[in-house]
């Protein structure tokens, strides 16, 4: 019977994941199946009763879904599921290793349609190569998408796929044997739009390098500064920074005082994790005038070059408001 012990997410599980331990299945091979955006979870249960032999993967940015999709999960007694909270490109990147996944299914992904928006669609270069990547020599990637725009636009990437073959003569099908049809895919008909699916096979060409995301030291700042911590706070400013060359945007939101620490509230967002986190300044017991930055505990955070990012862009809150001198430095530059 399935009883999930706890809730999954792709911030909590270990880079790489060992998936054969989360399913309990250590030493059976079991092939691995992942389906990206399950919504209300119509595919991940026709999967498992199709694939009954396999470990089955449903990764969802949507909470309740979730919820909903964990209860079914349980009442039903389905063993070989397990749901996920997090970004799609956060598993892939992550969580799963190069030749891992027998299959792979985007349903409907979310075309974001407006042009500052495009950037965070899923069918994009780097997604599509994770997903070369992951695939096992002969595993499958299936896509469906009711919007015209999406289709062509994926149609491009996946034809431009060196290790994909379109397993279809035209660039895409109108229908797909042995498929359950989802709440949206009929709701999309019964409103007039034209589902259009997509299925390709990973062959034999070399898969892109796309190496596993793994966690790095944490960041830590040793210094000295003449203000106290509520001058930290009163003088804070609210500060934005991006860093192109490596995808990274970092936003100190906030600074709050306690009476032994200052937390800075902080946003990191990178190509493959989006993080919501806190930094810790406490004066060092030993040394008067003297701080450590630190990441706290709040958002269980990961350290990954985002994190040390936003802990060089604090020490310039803190250089901007007062005299500093940095005795320690263990962050990458």
Same mark, same amino acid.
């Given at each position: 019977?399935?009883?999930? +012990?706890?809730?999954?997410?792709?911030?909590?599980?270990?880079?790489?994941?060992?998936?054969?331990?989360?399913?309990?299945?250590?030493?059976?091979?079991?092939?691995?199946?992942?389906?990206?955006?399950?919504?209300?979870?119509?595919?991940?249960?026709?999967?498992?009763?199709?694939?009954?032999?396999?470990?089955?993967?449903?990764?969802?940015?949507?909470?309740?879904?979730?919820?909903?999709?964990?209860? $079914?999960?349980?009442?039903?007694?389905?063993?070989?599921?397990?749901?996920?909270?997090?970004?799609?490109?956060?598993? /892939?990147?992550?969580?799963?290793? *190069? @030749? &891992?996944?027998?299959?792979?299914?985007?349903?409907?992904?979310?075309?974001?349609?407006?042009? @500052?928006?495009?950037?965070?669609?899923?069918?994009?270069?780097?997604?599509?190569?994770?997903?070369?990547?992951?695939? %096992?020599?002969? @595993?499958?990637?299936? /896509?469906?998408?009711?919007?015209?725009?999406?289709?062509?636009?994926?149609?491009?990437?996946?034809?431009?796929?060196?290790?994909?073959?379109?397993?279809?003569?035209?660039?895409?099908?109108?229908?797909?044997?042995?498929?359950?049809?989802?709440?949206?895919?009929?709701?999309?008909?019964?409103? @007039?739009?034209?589902?259009?699916?997509?299925?390709?096979?990973?062959?034999?060409?070399?898969? *892109?390098?796309?190496?596993?995301?793994?966690?790095?030291?944490?960041?830590?700042?040793?210094?000295?500064?003449?203000?106290?911590?509520? +001058?930290?706070?009163?003088?804070?400013?609210?500060?934005?920074?991006?860093?192109?060359?490596?995808?990274?945007?970092? &936003?100190?939101?906030?600074?709050? #005082? &306690?009476?032994?620490?200052?937390?800075?509230?902080?946003?990191?967002?990178?190509?493959?994790?989006?993080?919501? #986190?806190?930094?810790? #300044?406490?004066?060092?017991?030993?040394?008067?005038?003297?701080?450590?930055?630190?990441?706290?505990?709040?958002?269980?955070?990961?350290?990954?070059?985002?994190?040390?990012?936003?802990? %060089?862009?604090?020490?310039?809150?803190?250089?901007?408001?007062?005299?500093?001198?940095?005795?320690?430095?263990?962050? $990458?530059?």
């Amino acid at each position: 019977m399935h009883t999930q +012990q706890r809730q999954l997410s792709t911030h909590g599980l270990p880079w790489p994941t060992d998936w054969p331990a989360e399913f309990g299945t250590v030493g059976q091979a079991r092939p691995l199946i992942v389906e990206i955006g399950f919504g209300y979870g119509q595919m991940l249960f026709y999967l498992a009763e199709q694939f009954p032999d396999a470990n089955i993967i449903g990764v969802e940015v949507a909470s309740k879904p979730i919820e909903t999709v964990e209860r $079914r999960l349980i009442r039903r007694g389905v063993a070989n599921v397990r749901v996920v909270y997090g970004y799609a490109e956060t598993l /892939l990147h992550h969580a799963l290793q *190069p @030749g &891992s996944v027998q299959q792979i299914h985007v349903n409907f992904p979310d075309p974001w349609f407006k042009s @500052g928006h495009v950037h965070r669609r899923l069918m994009k270069r780097p997604t599509v190569d994770a997903i070369t990547s992951r695939l %096992v020599p002969g @595993g499958m990637m299936y /896509l469906a998408t009711d919007i015209d725009e999406y289709a062509e636009m994926s149609h491009e990437l996946l034809a431009a796929t060196l290790g994909l073959t379109n397993q279809f003569a035209t660039p895409w099908a109108g229908s797909i044997d042995n498929r359950v049809t989802t709440k949206y895919e009929a709701k999309a008909v019964k409103q @007039g739009r034209t589902n259009k699916y997509f299925a390709y096979r990973r062959n034999d060409s070399p898969a *892109p390098d796309v190496p596993v995301i793994r966690e790095i030291a944490m960041p830590n700042l040793v210094f000295e500064s003449s203000l106290s911590l509520p +001058q930290m706070v009163d003088t804070f400013e609210r500060t934005t920074e991006s860093f192109p060359e490596d995808d990274i945007h970092v &936003s100190v939101m906030h600074a709050f #005082v &306690s009476p032994g620490s200052v937390l800075y509230e902080v946003y990191v967002k990178e190509a493959t994790i989006e993080q919501h #986190v806190g930094f810790l #300044v406490v004066p060092r017991q030993d040394k008067p005038g003297t701080f450590t930055l630190k990441l706290s505990s709040m958002g269980h955070p990961r350290p990954t070059e985002g994190m040390h990012r936003a802990a %060089v862009v604090i020490e310039g809150v803190i250089k901007r408001a007062g005299e500093y001198r940095a005795i320690h430095r263990k962050v $990458r530059e």
